[in-house]
């Protein structure tokens, strides 16, 4: 068995023994047996970023303070320098194997990292090359991302998850403010460097997982630059920009349905970032759309946003990744991903602009129909979500009541009754899961 086989066997041991599948005993000979080499973790990640700032500050400080007296060639030479240096000290530590450790590999490869991009932005500064600061993150992702690979850094990947997101976002934001047409194409261009990252997660043969910090990063990177992607596709509509609003709920619903395995299913809410996101932002946008004008809106977004191709390849993802998840049995995401639908569903019935109140209506009761359900799984011994979905009907009523033409003290009287019982739930609920535990969202 190969490392990453035996982190997946320490992830599943502790399910087991409580299933009663493997003993103590047993359990403790495998994890002996099959050790897992221990990953970088977010303490070794600290330490190379700390110190390969430190490194990389005193440097450029080094530099700068006689940088106007080099002649041109010194000036090279200094660019270039670390960059070798930098490339000898991985070269070592590569050469060392899996003797290295792996706070060794972390701050080599991101030392490295940013000398390629010290020296990039040095020789452009030398030789007054065009283009802008975007065009420089740019670059520096694609000849950095390597390194996140060989080395199997986990800072460098960070680092690159970072920097495509900045860069597509930047993309976004010049299309929509100033010309859609010069901006740099990122519903072709994000999909690509997000792939980048593949060699590294899940790695050669698509096992293996990131870190729970990498997890993070990378579900946000890939949630913000969808939602970047949006936004330009919505400046490149020849009407309008209004289909925004329900391209960002497709690209929250891919993210939140994102495909996983059985042990990443059987992992708590907390190591799932993608469907903490897109779940959070596919739930605010649906509360928004519980008002007349922003359900009026979105229904009109509907129509803007099929008229373009990267909506249909958001439906066709969508689409696959919700058989996968039926299949799978992971009804709770799936729940929440049928928000998605309500305006697609009463766009034909709206396109004479008519009022936004029957939509406002339909997505209360839909909201209040999918917090039933998250409850209801749960108790059925499915992995639901009571809690959630006991927020979710407490918000529900709290937005009904501060819509309400009722006195003050009523509404204060209605507040505290609502949040007593709230609170009395999550009571009941942290006691039956005591008893018996109970599932999170898959």
């Not at 070269?91 to 990292?113: F, H, I, M, T, Y």
């Not at 289909?243 to 349905?257: G, I, N």
Request: charged share 15%; proline share 5%; glycine share 10%.
């Amino acid at each position: 068995m190969r490392s990453p086989h035996h982190r997946w066997l320490a992830e599943q041991l502790p399910a087991w023994e409580r299933e009663g599948i493997v003993s103590a005993d047993g359990a403790r000979r495998l994890r002996e047996r099959y050790a897992a080499e221990p990953r970088g973790g977010l303490a070794q990640v600290i330490v190379g970023i700390v110190g390969a700032l430190l490194i990389g500050t005193g440097l450029i400080a080094v530099l700068a303070y006689n940088w106007d007296d080099f002649p041109r060639w010194v000036r090279l030479g200094l660019a270039l320098g670390p960059l070798a240096l930098t490339q000898a000290v991985s070269w070592c530590v590569l050469d060392r194997g899996e003797a290295a450790k792996p706070w060794w590999r972390e701050s080599a490869a991101l030392v490295q990292a940013l000398a390629a991009g010290a020296a990039m932005a040095l020789v452009s500064q030398i030789y007054h090359l065009p283009g802008t600061w975007t065009d420089l993150v740019f670059w520096w992702c694609v000849v950095s991302v390597p390194l996140a690979w060989v080395m199997r850094s986990q800072a460098v990947a960070i680092a690159y998850l970072v920097g495509i997101a900045v860069w597509t976002v930047s993309q976004g934001v010049e299309a929509n403010l100033f010309s859609a047409r010069t901006a740099a194409d990122v519903r072709i261009w994000f999909p690509l460097l997000l792939a980048g990252i593949v060699p590294l997660w899940p790695g050669p043969d698509l096992r293996a997982r990131p870190a729970p910090g990498g997890r993070l990063v990378l579900a946000g990177s890939a949630f913000v630059g969808l939602l970047a992607v949006a936004t330009q596709a919505s400046a490149l509509h020849r009407d309008s920009d209004g289909a925004f609003f329900w391209l960002a709920m497709l690209s929250s619903v891919a993210v939140m349905l994102f495909p996983l395995d059985r042990g990443g299913i059987a992992e708590p809410l907390a190591r799932k970032p993608q469907v903490v996101l897109g779940g959070l932002a596919l739930v605010i946008m649906a509360l928004i759309a519980t008002y007349e004008d922003p359900a009026r809106e979105l229904v009109k977004s509907v129509w803007f946003a099929l008229s373009g191709g990267w909506c249909w390849l958001l439906v066709v993802v969508v689409v696959g990744c919700a058989a996968v998840a039926f299949r799978q049995g992971r009804h709770a995401v799936l729940a929440v991903a049928g928000l998605a639908v309500v305006p697609l569903l009463a766009a034909p019935f709206s396109r004479d602009n008519t009022g936004g109140w029957p939509v406002a209506i339909a997505y209360s009761l839909v909201l209040l129909g999918t917090a039933i359900v998250l409850i209801a799984l749960e108790f059925l011994g499915r992995q639901g979500a009571a809690r959630i979905g006991a927020a979710l009907i407490t918000i529900l009523v709290v937005l009904r009541m501060a819509d309400a033409d009722l006195s003050l003290l009523t509404k204060g009287v209605a507040f505290i009754v609502i949040g007593s019982g709230f609170l009395a739930f999550n009571a009941f609920v942290s006691r039956r899961r005591a008893a018996a535990p109970g599932g999170s969202p898959a």
